[in-house]
């Protein structure tokens, strides 16, 4: 089986339609998202559909969480709260409707999906260290755990008795001796000094695991984030990768 | 002869039909119609009749009497018409509406269904311990409810059929997350976040609602009561 997961979309459509292309060249089985579809950018209601049409699983994320008002911006940093209140008002009820379908978390036979970390998957805690990756993988009932969420293409790796371990994200195959938590990367916003939008290829006969990068129409998805008003920060940033 | 059916919280409990010219309505037994509420003053109003016409007058009650939902101190009243007293209404009918099915006293006044009454008035009396004990408001399990008793002491407590969200409902077609409650400065409110048309408020499907006393609250196949407390 050859699964696609993406993640961090947050309303990018450009970046998600050149993924979402790039993911049919390559007949993938089913396609996993992994949440945060809207916040930040400017095509929140269109990213939501085409992710309702064309994916087989759709986790939440703190953005939608957010954005369905769950819990206060507030805990969000000037930017990113100024554009959860932007997402919010460009939402209708059917789009509040998809966000309202999306799981919390998902395990296929041997491979878990989340958001943020299997602790406490509503709490959306971080994993950016190898010592925020032990509780991680206390909470994580099978072998090959996917995440988002902190948009860094990273992965944990814990062998028996061996202390966990992080590499930057890479083209790998999966040992039989290890579990692995992989951060699947953002399709909307990379943050790794490499513009281009990423995501993850997972393939769990042979334990592929592919990290592809995908150029995007960037300046057009500036445009209308300069036209909605969006803050300047989070338009600059994508060009800068960061 | 005019007839008054007394419903509480919509079920009939009481129908009479009498010859008097007047009768008082309030808390103590001393009325001729007892109605056991908190919200009822001990002489909350009277009916008075007169040939075919019948007038209800407020006894300067402190809950109020309303005609229709209309407060008033003083009304006419036509067929039909519904009085609110307290969780109580009275429906005034010039004529009986129906044969007299049960034993007539003898001013006419029939009750008809006191063990009904008697549960109902229980349950209410339930109801206000589980409030009282907590002193906030709750959502109590009426229908496919996994439990009797939710206390509503968040900001913002979710219900749908996901695993995660703080209230369960059932039903296959319910979203995720079908509803929610926001706690407010004075109150509570309730939001259809999911599919359209499966978060009802008394029977109505609503997209938000303010919550009222008693409001029955139905999400799919579930229902629970909504009952407020002193304390928010």
Known sequence: MKHALVSDIHGNLEALTAVLADIEKRKVDSIHCLGDVVGYGPDPAACLKMIDRTCDTKLMGNHEFTALGLQSSGVFNNAARAAVEWT??????????????????????????????????????????????????????????????????????????????????????????????????????????????????????????????????????????????????????????? | MPEIVVKYEDKVIERIVTEKKRISVGRTNDNDVVLENRGVSRKHAMIEFNDNAAVVIDNESLNGTFVNNRKITEEVLRDDDVITIGKYSLVYNSQTTRDQDGGAGFDGTMVLNTKAQKKLLENDSIERQIVEKYGGSVLLGMENSSFAEFRLEREVTTIGKAKFVHVQAKGFWLSGIQAKIIKEEHGFSLVNLGKQGKTLVNGEPVNSAVLKNGDLITVGKTTFKFVEGKTQ
């Open chain 1, 88 to 242: 919010q008002a460009q939402l209708t009820d059917s789009d509040r409707a998809i966000m309202a379908d999306f799981e919390m978390d998902k395990t296929l036979d041997n491979i878990y999906l989340v958001h943020a970390s299997p602790l406490e998957p509503v709490q959306w805690h971080y994993i950016f260290t190898e010592e925020e990756a032990v509780a991680a993988f206390q909470n994580l009932k099978t072998e090959i755990g996917f995440m988002g969420h902190s948009h860094l293409p990273l992965i944990f790796s814990a062998g028996p008795g061996k202390r966990i371990r992080s590499q930057a994200g890479h083209t790998f195959q999966v040992g039989d001796e290890s579990r692995y938590l992989i951060n699947v990367g953002s399709v909307g916003q990379p943050r790794d000094n490499d513009r281009r939008a990423c995501y993850v290829v997972f393939d769990s006969d042979e334990g592929d695991v592919f990290y592809h990068r995908v150029e995007y129409d960037i300046d057009a998805a500036q445009q209308k984030m300069a036209t909605a008003g969006l803050p300047e920060v989070l338009i600059s940033r994508l060009a800068a990768g960061l």
